[in-house]
């Protein structure tokens, strides 16, 4: 991995180690410092930090860590490591600093600036309570604030919204530098994958394709008339778990509750081939459950027909899950929940008692049409929701993202949360704890993984290529940064296929080589 964006960090400091460099007030070099988050670096900041050095000898930009930053959805959208070295990289910053705290007060108590710069836009009105505050401190040592000139005001968050940068391979570099990643260990996780036993329960799905072409519509009604090409059945739900667990070289035992119909003949000789160990109890009374999509030319999903039962399982089915559970050695088990009768409140406690002590616990919740509520895997090694779900979990329509994941990290009581955003990637929580002051929160307890597929044909299924990928590279090398960025690029890779087909290892190492070949060229 090159390090050429990397020869900057000698500039990046703590406010203690910047205070050994510079000594304490008064001194012959002036210190002026700057403050904000410094998301996208546009003119504005660049015009504000020129002022501000023209006032100084030393000019420190301090800029507010990513656990604070609650203004949008997904924010900020550059991680503080990489926003330290946008700023470092620039001639006229000596030195950066990432502020742990929710406000500059510490830091400032620390550094001691002989100046702070505010913005223009600061100045107007009334004095902001917030600056008056800054004010105050810089008084206990004979600061002073400068308002630097203002005539062009810009927005980061404006510009995001705008069009928002694609810095994903920018992104990733940060990180694996951080974490002392290189791309060949990468490689060597999903060497590592194989030899691993899991033993997957959940609900099968069997997702059909059916393909019409538009003869038109009916003159008297409003009904599209279509006729039949063909019709593509593909095994998915918790069974495509399984078959994308299987091909990335684990031993797989499945688990799941089928329908005495053609579908379920179809979904054993399907797992059977693609080497899956299939325990199916089989139920007369309720269907396989199938999901039959109608594709008119272009891919336009026209309509969904759904064929399923979502009661309960009954009592002697719980039992015999339970006995499977329970009898059945490995080293991970997974509780993959699509709410088609397997998974409900009363089931789950039971299920969760069963699983066999010393195994890796994951979950997952992929809950298109019903409602399945993560929280009630509490105390699991690792779950996988996305958005939605994590809302509906806990009730909130409004929280951003981090402080929505950070909740649902503490309330589910969980070792590692892998947060689903959709096309924006994934978020990944780890080691945060239950309740913690500014000073004791771990800058590396959140990071985030962009969306790296390239070519969307159908995200559907994602998620289960997700599961199936961290889950292994968890086991494997117990990385939480490793598990992130292969389970993503393994979603990337689905979304890139049309149908729920399996991603191998050949694959995976297949989009290592494209995204690492896109950070060389970079």
Not at 224 to 229: I, L
Not at 432 to 459: I, K, L, M, N, Y
Request: hydrophobic letters at 40%; aromatic letters at 6%.
């Amino acid at each position: 991995m090159p390090d050429s964006i990397f020869q900057y960090r000698r500039k990046i400091k703590t406010a203690e180690e910047l205070r050994e460099i510079i000594g304490p007030a008064p001194r012959d070099n002036k210190v002026i410092m700057c403050h904000g988050v410094f998301d996208i670096v546009h003119p504005g900041h660049l015009r504000h930090l020129l002022y501000a050095k023209s006032k100084g000898d030393i000019l420190v930009a301090s800029l507010t860590a990513d656990q604070h930053i609650t203004k949008g959805n997904v924010r900020p959208w550059v991680p503080e490591d990489l926003r330290a070295i946008n700023l470092a990289a620039l001639e006229m910053v000596d030195y950066v600093v990432i502020d742990g705290e929710s406000k500059p007060l510490k830091n400032l108590r620390i550094i001691q600036p002989d100046y702070f710069a505010k913005g223009y836009e600061y100045t107007a009105g009334s004095v902001n309570p917030k600056t008056q505050e800054e004010i105050d401190v810089l008084a206990e040592f004979g600061g002073e604030v400068i308002f630097t000139p203002g005539d062009i005001v810009y927005s980061s968050s404006h510009l995001i919204e705008l069009a928002a940068p694609n810095i994903a391979v920018d992104k990733l570099v940060a990180l694996m530098h951080s974490d002392g990643l290189e791309f060949d260990d990468l490689r060597r996780a999903v060497d590592q994958l194989a030899g691993t036993c899991v033993h997957i329960l959940g609900d099968t799905i069997v997702d059909s394709h059916t393909y019409c072409d538009v003869i038109g519509g009916m003159t008297k009604t409003p009904t599209v008339s279509v006729r039949f090409e063909e019709k593509q059945d593909f095994t998915g739900g918790a069974a495509v778990v399984a078959k994308h667990v299987k091909a990335g070289g684990a031993e797989v035992i499945f688990s799941t509750v089928l329908g005495d119909d053609a579908f379920k003949d179809a979904v054993l000789e399907d797992l059977e081939a693609h080497g899956v160990t299939c325990r199916a109890i089989i139920d007369p009374t309720r269907p396989t459950t199938n999901k039959n999509a109608i594709i008119a030319p272009g891919g336009y999903r026209l309509l969904k027909i759904d064929t399923l039962d979502n009661r309960s399982i009954s009592e002697a089915i719980l039992g015999q899950l339970c006995a499977a559970v329970q009898e059945t050695e490995s080293d991970v088990v997974v509780f993959s929940d699509f709410r088609h009768g397997i998974f409900n409140r009363t089931t789950i406690p039971t299920l969760i008692e069963a699983i066999p002590a010393g195994a890796y616990r994951v979950a997952d919740s992929q809950v298109a049409s019903r409602w399945g509520n993560i929280l009630q895997f509490k105390g699991f090694d690792l779950i996988t929701p996305n958005e939605r779900e994590a809302r509906f979990a806990l009730g909130d329509q409004d929280s951003v993202v981090r402080p929505l994941g950070l909740e649902l990290y503490r309330q589910a009581e969980c070792k590692t949360l892998l947060l689903k955003l959709g096309d924006r990637g994934v978020m990944t929580m780890r080691g945060v704890p239950e309740r913690s002051e500014d000073s004791d929160f771990d800058q590396r307890s959140f990071f985030t993984v962009d969306s790296f597929a390239e070519h969307v044909v159908d995200p559907v299924g994602a998620g289960d290529a997700l599961l199936a990928y961290a889950t292994l590279a968890m086991q494997a090398t117990a990385n939480e940064l490793i598990a992130t960025i292969l389970g993503s690029f393994a979603a990337a890779i689905e979304c890139e296929r049309d149908g729920n087909i399996p991603v191998g290892q050949q694959d995976l190492l297949d989009k290592i080589a494209q995204v690492e070949q896109q950070v060389n060229y970079a």
